[in-house]
C-alpha cells in the first residue's frame, strides 16, 4: 500500500501544555484582583491588559479594551497594550477597532480566525515585521447590554482552538464588566451627591432655612412652626436650653419674612447691666447724664421696620420689664433725657433659657409682660433630643472650621462618631461646636479620630469608655480604629483597605475577624 507523502519542510504541531488552563485562569485571578485593588478604572483596565501581555503563554499579541461614553459629548475609554493601537471607532482604524464596533453595536462576541482574509492590505506589524492575527473580541455586559466591548488579538496558528479562546475572551470580559459596574456606581453616586449638594445651595439660597442643619423629627416640628409664623409679624417667644440655637432659629424667622431686607437687631439682656439696658433699648440725647456728649439712637430705633430679637429676655430686671412694656404696647417710646415721642415699626423676637412661669410665680418675672412676649411659643429641643443631627452638624463644622483655620481636614473617623453620637451633650449645639472646632485645631492629617476629641467626651460615662486602660487595650482601640477607618475610605472593599495600611489582605481580614468588625456596613 503506498503511503501518503509527507513535505520535507513539515513539522508535526507541538501539543498544547497541559498547563496552559491553570495557566490562563490564574492570569484571570490575578486580573480580577487588580481590579479590586485600583479604584481608577481605566489605570485598573491598563494594568489588567498589562498582565494580559507579560504573563500570557498562549500567544496574546496585543489587547484592547472600548468603554464607551455614558452620555453624549463624554469620550470613549479605551485602553491597548501590544499590536492593538487605541485609535477612535468612528475613524480609520485597525481590524481589532472594527471588530469592537461590531461587538458594541450586536451585544455578541465576534471572532476573526484571520485578519488579512477579513481585512485586506492591514495585516498587523511589528518592527516592520508582518505578523498575521486572529482576533476574538466579547462584549463586556451589565444588565444584558454591552457596555464595553474586550478584543485580543493572537498570533495567527490554524491549529489554535478559538472556540476556548473564546470561552477564555469571554470570561476576561465578564471579569471587567464587575470593575466598569463598580466605577459606574461609584460615579453615579458622586453625580447624585453633587446634585444634591447643588440642589442642597439653591435652596439655602431661596429656602425657608437657610441657616438649620438637621433632619431629625424634632427639628423637622421647628422648621414646621418657623414656616407657620414667619410670614406675619406675630411675637414669637423661643424657649430652651442654652446652646440649642434660639439665635439661629430667630434669624431664620426674620431672613423668611416680609421684613428680611430691613434690620435684625439682636439685643443681649443678659450681656448688659441693668443701668445700660435702657439707654441700650431707648437711646439717649446729648447731655441727658454723663458722658453723653452726642444723640444716640436705641436698639429700638435701630431696628426699625425690620425684627428685635431679645435674647434671654428673661435677664430683664422687673423695671426694665415694665418700661418696655410699655413700649410694646404704645409703640412709641421717647430717648433718655428727651421729649419728642418717637413712632416704631418693629417685630419683636425674644428668647429665654429660663423657666418663667416659675419665676413669675417668685415675682422675678411680670405676668403682663410674660403675655405680652408668649404670643406664639416654639420650643426648641436639645441635642440629646436630635441624635440624627448630629453627624450632619458635626460635618458641617468640620466643614466650616477646617476652611477657616485652613486645614485640610475632611472627615470625622468612625470610632469618633460613635463617641459623638453616645455622649449626652449637655452644652447642645455649642458644645458640639466648641468639640469640632477643637478637633480641626488638633488634628494633623485629614481625618478627625476620636483623640482629638475633648476629654470630656472620652472619659464620659456615656460615651463607653472607660478612664483606666491597659497598654494593650489602648493599642487594640487605635488598631482598631485605623481598621474601621480603613474600611470607611474604601467603602468595604477589604483588598483596597488593606493597600491603605500597607498591609496583606489574609493578615486585614484576620484582624477584622479578631475585632468583631462587621465590614458590609461600610459598603
Sequence with gaps: MLQPSIPAHWTEPEPRTTHEEPRELSIVRDISQTLAERPDLKAALRQALQTLATQSAVGIQGAMVVVPGERAGQGDLTVAEGTAAPRPRNGPGTAGVSVIDQVLQKGRPVVMPQVT????????????????LSIVAAPILLGGRAVGALSIEYA????????????????????LSQAVGASRRVTERQRLSDETSELRNKMLEQADFPRLVGTSAPLGEVQTQVAQVASSDTTVMLRGESGTGKGLIAQAIHHNSPRAKKPFVTVSCAALPADLIESELFGYEAGAFTGAQATKKGRLELANGGTLFLDEVGELTPAVQIKLLRVLQEREFERLGGTQTIAFNVRILAATNRNLEKAIAAGEFREDFYYRLNVFSIFVPPL????????????HFLERFAREHGKNVRRISTPAIDM????????????????????????????????????????????????????????????????QDALKQARGNRAVAARLLRTTRRIFNYKVRNYGIDWHRFE
Aim: aromatic residues 4%.
Design 117 to 132: 482574509r477579513a481585512v485586506p492590505r492591514q495585516p498587523a506589524s511589528r518592527a516592520g515585521v508582518v505578523c498575521e
Design 384 to 395: 440629646r433630643d436630635r441624635k440624627a443631627d448630629i453627624l450632619l452638624l458635626a460635618d
Design 156 to 175: 495567527f496558528d490554524r491549529d489554535r482552538d478559538l472556540h476556548r479562546a473564546l470561552s477564555y475572551v469571554t470570561l476576561l470580559a465578564s471579569t
Design 420 to 483: 459623638l453620637a453616645s455622649y449626652h451633650w449637655p452644652g447642645n449645639v455649642r458644645e458640639l461646636s466648641n468639640a469640632i472646632e477643637r478637633a480641626v485645631v488638633l488634628c494633623d492629617g485629614g481625618v478627625v479620630h476620636a483623640h482629638h476629641l475633648p476629654p470630656t467626651l472620652q472619659t464620659a460615662e456615656s460615651s463607653g469608655t472607660t478612664a483606666n486602660q491597659s497598654l494593650q487595650e489602648m493599642v487594640e482601640a487605635v488598631e482598631k480604629d485605623a481598621l
